[in-house]
């Protein structure tokens, strides 16, 4: 999990929107739990929706013990949608993500991805899939690894002869691609995956954390190749815990808590503006945090700016006759909105101290196994 | 097109593996040695046979002798490629199902749009050519060399080297049945290792269970013997044909078969129900 953010003003008790205490704004249903995101999808049209969940739960035996990966699950993801499922280590964020390829059966529920039963082997023409720690047959090259899964998805001999070149040169690996996988770096791994999920020219393109082990620049290349898919058309599910790229790639993400969906929208929603702004000074001009919270403000300076919480409009005013009553110039005034990952940990922290209260006995294990 | 990319893994792995190599290896090797034996042979019965095969070119009407000599060596070569060739096959194969099914592998292969039938059997075709060449290399490779160096031709040993196959074939179904639900390689390989163990004593299963204290071990003694394949008693009786003293009976070979067939079905069925 990532470490906590310093976030500059911090009060649990602010006034801000949202609910149970919450800084931030929930998108998602008024109901506490899964419930109320059960009664925005129950009447989703699964036909029309690229990618639809309903009522999916998945268990698990580890011995004599059953483990819910998945607990009533509902989703739905709309087409040329880009799709951010995020959740702790654990969360189940692979599982669903094999549900809806077909790799692993519901325990209850069911999925449909275009409309049909991804374990049906027609329903996954031209779907990518880019699986979390994929291992290719070390004895392949670059080239016959994808010369491989293209024959499997049923791609023409002569479109791989042309495609497969391309594909190595989009990912960064051409000049590689007649080496044994078996050689190649993490990240080369990472890349040649990307390629091979891009194989079919998918129509759903299914990515169980892509920027895993990827460096920085790689990282930007992947979002520029996602991006360039997506304006054909594709859909994109995506699991990271890479918050920024999360935010920065996808229209709609749903936080998955111990195999709930517990929060739903979309970016835009999750990370409203908050009550918080920053105002800048012009160059030279000091203001001192300390006289404006002796004011009752919740102001902290940071570089060379203040950021100030605030109740409403008219307080934020208040602060600003403030300063120009003292001469000081001002040159920026703009509102904070709360960063994708500070809404996460908030939601994840706020489940779990919920957890907490009302049952003290764990529920699933702790992602290091437990016990 | 979807089946020949599967085959065509199986032979690549194979490749990559030294799976090919190393049955060549051995084959080779027996081959040579089978080679510098024969030699030995027509040099040591040369009092008794070296004559009889410097006339057998000049006089056909000799020839039922020399058939006679050539069908106890070939009879004897069976009964070693029978026990190396499936030997060999088994080790050969072994990993194949565990290698499929490895995790972030199987992923791979099992989300193209294929069904897992076609995947699984796919794979178990490669398989089948795969061994089918190697014993077609072996078994005609001591074909061939006998055969030349005697001019006698005796088809019963190709029949042989097909009911080699055929047996081969019953344990591999076996060996995906095993890997499917085990994914382990060990067991994949010492499992019908142990059938072939078992399957000699078993021949004897009319007696074994005739002195049998209650009918319900004698029952299971009789169970084992019709379910399991009777590797031992199809390997006398393939040795005994090229011998040309019998002709194999047809029910151990149906048994063995079918026992095959049900595991390789059971295995496809895991298989399908299986969560990756
Ligand atoms: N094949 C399996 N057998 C048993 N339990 C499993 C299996 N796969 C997953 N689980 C369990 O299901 C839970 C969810 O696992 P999952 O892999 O979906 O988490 P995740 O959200 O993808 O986590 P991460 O961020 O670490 O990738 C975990 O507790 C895990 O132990
Ligand atoms: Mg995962």
Known sequence: MPALPATPIASGDSPAQGGRGSRYPRAAPAGENNAGAANVYAGVDTDAAAIAVRGVSKEFRHGRRRLRALDGVNLAVGRGEVFGLLGANGAGKTTLVKVLLGLARPTSGEVRVRGRDPRRAAARRRIGYLPEGHRFPGYLTGKASLRLFGRLAGVAEGTLDQRIPELLELVGLAGRGGDRVGRYSKGMTQRLGLACALVDEPDILFLDEPTDGVDPVGRRQIRDILLATRRHGTTIFINSHLLSEVERTCDHVAILHQGRVVREGTVEDLTLPTMRYRVRLGEGQAATAERLTGEGLNVVASNGSLEVEVADLAALNRLVDRLRADHLLIAEVSPLRAALEDVFIEVVEGEERAAAVSDPGPRTPDPGGGR | ?276
């Open chain 2, 1 to 276: 097109m979807k089946t020949w990319a599967l085959i065509v893994d199986t032979w690549r792995e194979a490749l990559a593996r030294y799976t090919l190599l190393g049955f060549l290896a051995v084959s080779s090797l027996f081959l040579l040695v089978l080679t510098f034996a024969l030699n030995l042979d027509i040099v040591d019965g040369a009092l008794a046979a070296g004559t009889l095969f410097g006339k057998a070119f000049e006089v056909p009407g000799k020839g039922p002798a020399i058939a006679t000599v050539v069908a106890t060596g070939q009879s004897v070569f069976a009964g070693i490629l029978y026990v190396l060739g499936v030997f060999l096959a088994v080790f050969a194969t072994g990993s194949q199902v565990p290698n499929l099914q490895h995790r972030g592998t199987v992923d791979l292969y099992v989300t193209r749009p294929i069904g897992r039938t076609h995947l699984l059997l796919g794979r178990f075709l490669g398989a089948v050519t795969l061994v089918s060449a190697n014993l077609l290399i072996l078994c005609g490779g001591v074909f061939v060399i006998i055969s030349a160096k005697t001019h006698v031709w005796n088809p019963r040993f190709l029949v042989a080297s097909a009911l080699i196959l055929l047996v081969f074939l019953s344990y591999l179904g076996f060996m995906y049945l095993v890997g499917v639900l085990t994914s382990s390689t060990p067991l994949s390989i010492m499992l019908p290792y142990a059938l072939y163990l078992l399957s000699v004593p078993l021949v004897a299963h009319d007696r074994i269970a005739a002195a049998m204290d209650t009918r319900i071990g004698a029952g299971a003694v009789q169970t084992l013997y019709w379910i399991l394949p009777k590797t031992a008693e199809i390997g006398r009786d393939l040795t005994g044909y090229v011998l040309g003293k019998a002709t194999p009976a047809f029910l151990p070979l149906a048994t063995t078969a079918a026992f095959g067939a049900v595991c390789l079905g059971a295995a496809v069925v895991a298989f399908n129900r299986k969560n990756f």
